[in-house]
T-cell receptor, first 113, second 114 residues
């Protein structure tokens, strides 16, 4: 089983719909991250969490929200999806000490029509 | 603020040829440096990392990278490319110490031709 699991792997939705992407990890890491990947733009940080009570905005948090339900679970929500949120979304975890080394899930491809 | 530049968006090499992927970073001190690989349909996997010490680091799958402080570079190399190396490669930088926000380059897509 994968250490970092994302669901769903693929989702097609319509403009204005609420979408939740879920991430769970078995690595026991405190740090969890959501990134968005777009062609030609690399990976951009949406939100990150250093523990259950700590949530922080990344560089492109507008239009997104997150919830850290437990140490192992970190979900990303799009309250009202729009077409330019079509992208590949990655969840990642980071261990201690925090060296910046990240462990990624396989990604969730979201298409907003 | 830290930044990463990968000047080559696409690179094509023949199987068996050598490979060098370029990465330059901007950061005030010596950062932590990483190379990740993303195979089609997969997440990112760490190839290698540099924290300190020997500036030539070895990674998985026969890759190596050399940290050159004077050039602010961390180029990835492989002496002989295999068809299975076709993937997208990302260089990343993280500050050494304190809060670590990882910044990624835009990636270099590697095509391997027979």
């Amino acid at each position: 089983d994968a250490d970092v699991t994302q669901t769903p792997r693929n989702r097609i939705t319509k403009t204005g719909k609420r979408i939740m992407l879920e991430c769970s990890q078995t690595k026991g890491h405190d740090r969890m991250y959501w990134y968005r990947q777009d062609p030609g733009l690399g990976l951009r940080l949406i939100y990150y969490s250093f523990d259950v009570k700590d949530i922080n905005k990344g560089e492109i948090s507008d239009g997104y929200s997150v919830s850290r339900q437990a140490q192992a679970k970190f979900s990303l929500s799009l309250e009202s999806a729009i077409p330019n949120q079509t992208a590949l979304y990655f969840c990642a975890t980071g261990g201690t000490p925090n060296t910046g080394e990240l462990f990624f899930g396989e990604g969730s491809r979201l298409t907003v029509l | 603020a830290q930044s990463v530049t990968q000047p080559d968006i696409h690179i094509t090499v023949s199987e068996g040829a050598s490979l060098e992927l370029r990465c330059n970073y901007s950061y005030g001190a010596t950062p932590y440096l990483f190379w990740y690989v993303q195979s089609p349909g997969q997440g990112l996997q760490l190839l290698l990392k540099y924290f300190s010490g020997d500036t030539l680091v070895q990674g998985i799958k026969g890759f190596e990278a050399e940290f050159k402080r004077s050039q602010s570079s961390f180029n990835l190399r492989k002496p002989s490319v295999h068809w299975s190396d076709a993937a997208e490669y990302f260089c990343a930088v993280s500050p050494s110490g304190g809060y670590q926000k990882v910044t990624f380059g835009i990636g270099t897509k590697l095509q391997v031709i027979p």
